[in-house]
């Protein structure tokens, strides 16, 4: 496991029962540093720094974000800079974990095959040697079968319903893509958003939610609004009552209808990440927390407990909602972040199941959870034994803060049975197949791409800068996705080279 200390790793394992069986299940929480997080956001207390060091610029967050704006430097000649990760392993929400079956993501799974917009994705993707100019390595694309739904006691081919929707339904699905398409053809739903959406003025679909927009434009179909409100799950950890409307316009509207992928790997966007540290990885500390960014001067100070570092630049790619409380006069938006739980399941054997078979996205239609992707779907041997399954739930359904209040709240092992109850559904031998369950909370795991928040006069400060610092994660696009991170990563580190004065 990449993403904890082996003592750290053993003091939070535990030992517990399965549901329904005497079969002992080992495992326990992951990367659990909401403590950390608590202390930043009251102010501390953090240790003065013993001693000072200069770099020509500093990286707040190791994230894809932060990353992405080190590999953009040093593709621009600059290596005087340093990232500072505050976890034991950088990649963020990118993180992996490994056990002796397979390698397996704690987060971000995959990145679609870029479409047009998404020129810097494809640049770094030949640049990994995943895409040469013309042709996609096929062993970076999700292999067939892509994914699968259980439905009606058994399990079927592609996520949309086979059986259960009416011709009605099905009229509106026909005629919500109708709308897609249009939305589509109007350039106005990219990725990147900063392509398509003009900076300057908020987009009307920004006013009203997701489901308004469904109400606005008549569609009721229960089948329809499910799977507008998986997606909005799926990518925002909310509910379409709790999107914009563009944000879940945009789910649909910016991507290729025919996606020949998406890439995915065993330990899903941590294979980015590993890449990335393979070639600058030196330049990263991990364990080191900024606790506040100054002025000093023409500089800027970035506090760590162990250093005070002086920059003439500073890329803050850490969380919206923690650099606002890290950086002294910076404005602050009124923000709302998805809570979330993922775990991965060891297998040491492959449940029962009926219908269609074994998919790399497996999604159960009446689950408030998001289903499991199989870590080991991409190895090309034919008969693989034990297996690692990522499990991804949102807590949707209730008021972020009072979801955030319970999941923190639970002990692994109710945790642990909630899960094995949920796939239980579609695999009820389940609990006999798991040898192990390891759990990871996120508090805040992603900005949630409110209404409104596009029109926030903060927000778009935030997007500026201040005077020879620039902030760069995800959550400045308001979309929690790899190329938006990438984005942000990519043009803060090309204002910091004109900081320097560098070409
Ligand atoms: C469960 C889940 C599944 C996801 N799946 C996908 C997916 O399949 N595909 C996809 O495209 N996107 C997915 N995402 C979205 C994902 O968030 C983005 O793709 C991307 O990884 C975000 O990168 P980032 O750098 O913007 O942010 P983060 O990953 O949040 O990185 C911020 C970094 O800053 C560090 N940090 C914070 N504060 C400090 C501090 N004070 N000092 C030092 N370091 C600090 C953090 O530890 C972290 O490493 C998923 C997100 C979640 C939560």
């Not at 005629?175 to 106005?188: L, V």
Request: include cysteine.
């Amino acid at each position: 496991m990449t993403s904890l200390s082996r003592r750290g790793f053993l003091s939070a394992a535990l030992i517990g029962l399965a549901p329904k069986s005497g079969r002992t299940i080992a495992g326990g929480f992951v990367n659990e540093s909401q403590g950390l997080g608590h202390r930043l956001r009251d102010g501390g207390p953090f240790a003065t720094p013993p001693r000072t060091r200069r770099a020509a610029v500093v990286i707040v967050g190791g994230g894809v974000a932060g990353l992405s704006a080190a590999w953009r430097l040093a593709r621009r000649g600059v290596d005087d800079f340093v990232v500072l990760e505050m976890e034991s392993a950088a990649g963020g929400n990118a993180r992996w974990g490994e056990n002796a079956v397979s390698a397996y993501p704690w987060a971000a799974h995959y990145v679609p095959v870029p479409g047009r917009a998404a020129g810097l994705v494809k640049e770094l993707f030949t640049d990994l040697g995943v895409f040469d100019g013309v042709q996609w390595d096929e062993r970076h694309l999700v292999h067939a079968p892509r994914e699968r739904l259980f439905i009606h006691g058994r399990w079927q081919e592609g996520l949309d319903p086979a059986v259960g929707p009416t011709r009605r339904d099905r009229d509106q699905f026909a005629r919500f893509d109708e709308r897609i398409a249009q939305h589509r053809a109007t350039g106005r739903f990219t990725i990147p958003m900063a392509v398509g959406t003009d900076h300057r003025a908020t987009p009307a679909e920004d006013a009203l939610s997701m489901a308004a927009w469904l109400d606005r434009e008549r569609f009721d179909s229960p089948w329809l609004r499910w799977m507008v409100d998986y997606a909005c799950r799926d990518d925002y950890g909310a509910l379409s009552g709790d999107v914009s409307a563009w944000a879940g316009l945009m789910y649909f509207a910016a991507r290729d209808a025919e996606e020949a992928g998406p890439l995915t790997w065993p330990e899903g966007n941590g294979w980015i990440v590993r890449r990335l540290l393979e070639r600058f990885g030196a330049r990263v500390q991990t364990n080191q927390i900024a606790y506040r960014i100054e002025p000093r001067g023409r500089r800027w100070r970035v506090l760590t407990p162990e250093v005070a570092w002086e920059a003439e630049t500073v890329i803050v790619a850490a969380p919206l909602l923690v650099a606002t409380r890290l950086v002294d006069g910076a404005p602050r938006p009124r923000l709302t972040s998805s809570p979330w739980l993922t775990a991965n399941l060891t297998l040491d054997r492959w449940p029962h199941e009926a219908g269609f078979g074994m998919a790399w996205d497996n999604v159960i239609f009446d689950s408030p959870a998001l289903g499991y992707v199989v870590a080991t779907h991409q190895q090309l041997r034919v008969q693989v034994r034990r297996t690692v399954w990522t499990y991804y739930w949102a807590l949707a359904h209730q008021p972020a803060p009072a979801a955030r209040r319970w999941l923190l709240d639970q002990s692994w092992s109710t945790l642990r049975d909630r899960v094995i109850v949920d796939l239980g559904r579609a695999h009820p031998d389940l609990h006999d197949c798991v040898s192990r369950v390891d759990i990871m909370r996120l508090g805040h795991a992603m900005v949630r791409p409110s209404p409104g928040l596009l029109s926030d006069p903060s927000w778009r400060a935030l997007q500026a800068g201040h005077d020879r610092l620039f902030y760069a994660h995800s959550d400045l696009s308001g979309l929690p996705l790899f190329e938006e991170a990438q984005y942000r990563g990519v043009l803060a580190a090309d204002r910091a080279v004109a900081v320097l004065g560098r070409s």
